[in-house]
């Protein structure tokens, strides 16, 4: 089973568990309409008040009839985000898939979920970005990563440099991208970039929003303070196909995680400027979640049933369970933007949510 940012698992868990106990139960039916999404201005809020979910599909199209499906049900499903993945390999890029998209939706908003800082450099990259907010209406959002798949870099011929440089140039080329994106003529001297009176055209939106996927004390201290939002992964080291990782996912190190993060985002974290992430890495609706843990646990390197009960980047259970989970871990850590592969398995649970946020008027 493949974890992270990048390629989509296969559904092993899911099909583990119906063999452990026959057929999945069958989903509770939608009444009416899909939810609609929480569409609330981003005014400042106070450490008290908890950000409204958002919802995110990340597409796994393998041609361009299946992409299109996709995005338009995502969007008809009511997701807030459509989202891609940045690998070197037989799928689509990262960017092309999400102009496509919006040319066949109307509301949907578009991120790479996360681009690999190492394979685009960021004059050219905000280049190309605030032409695709400029024609899609300022629907983009931005993600990005320090890059993990060393066979990739391999195959292309680029340095795979250890994880602080990499995290260091990541960091460069954030602020590099918010200042161009914002609209400034740059120049810039650094470790990795050097710029002289660089400009770019306007973006639509007046704030492209960057999400930053990234691990370890040094590189979430900086996005902390210099990104709008956190891709928390809690990955361990990649694992020799490349592409898989072990995990971390005990509760304990994500308690630790926030407390940094916390620590260093100071008065961004109680004004509400910085939005916390999770890709849920598999949903299987089942009605023994345990049964699910302990399939899961058996995949993945590094996961016990119960991290895999407790972590915010699985969702196991019936749909009400899946929901009161991701409540919960809004409520202990902040997460409050969640990406998932499944769009009929989660449909459900998203509309529970929304209607939890309605009822407490942070739609």
Not at 166 to 172: G, Y
Not at 238 to 255: C, F, I, K, P, Y
Not at 319 to 326: P, R, S
């Amino acid at each position: 089973m493949t974890l992270g940012h990048g390629a989509p698992p296969a559904d092993r868990v899911a099909a583990l568990v119906r063999q452990r106990k026959g057929p999945s139960p069958r989903r509770r039916a939608l009444t009416g309409t899909h939810a609609e999404p929480c569409r609330g201005s981003r005014h400042v809020r106070s450490l008290a008040t908890v950000r409204p979910f958002r919802f995110g599909y990340q597409l796994r199209a393998a041609d361009p009839g299946e992409l299109r499906r996709q995005a338009q049900s995502a969007e008809e499903a009511g997701f807030d985000v459509l989202c891609t993945f940045d690998h070197l390999g037989q799928n689509f890029s990262a960017l092309a898939p999400l102009l496509a998209a919006a040319a066949w939706t109307a509301r949907i908003r578009l991120c790479p979920l996360v681009l690999n800082n190492d394979f685009h450099h960021p004059a050219l990259l905000a280049q190309e970005l605030a032409t695709m907010d400029q024609l899609s209406g300022g629907r983009l959002e931005v993600g990005i990563g320090a890059g993990h798949s060393f066979t990739e870099y391999a195959a292309a011929g680029i340095d795979f440099d250890p994880p602080a440089v990499r995290k260091a140039r990541m960091a460069e080329a954030v602020e590099i991208l918010r200042r161009l994106l914002d609209g400034e003529t740059v120049t810039h001297v650094g470790e990795h970039y050097r710029l002289e009176e660089v400009s770019i055209l306007p973006a639509a939106q007046r704030h492209v929003p960057i999400l930053v996927g990234v691990n370890g004390r040094t590189a979430l201290a900086h996005a902390s303070r210099h990104a709008d939002a956190i891709g928390l992964t809690m990955l361990g080291r990649t694992l020799a196909d490349g592409q898989r990782h072990e995990v971390r996912w005990s509760l304990q190190r994500l308690d630790d995680t926030l407390d940094w993060i916390k620590s260093q985002a100071g008065a961004r974290w109680g004004a509400g400027d910085l939005e916390l992430n999770a890709l849920v890495q598999a949903v299987v609706i089942t009605d023994d979640r345990r049964s699910a843990a302990e399939a899961l646990a058996a995949e993945v390197e590094g996961l016990t049933v119960a991290d895999a009960l407790a972590t915010p980047f699985v969702a196991l259970g019936t749909t009400d369970e899946i929901a009161q989970h991701l409540l919960a871990c809004r409520q202990r850590w902040g997460i409050s933007y969640y990406v998932v592969r499944e769009i009929d398995a989660f449909a459900p649970v998203m509309e529970i949510l929304r209607r939890s946020d309605r009822r407490s008027g942070r739609c």
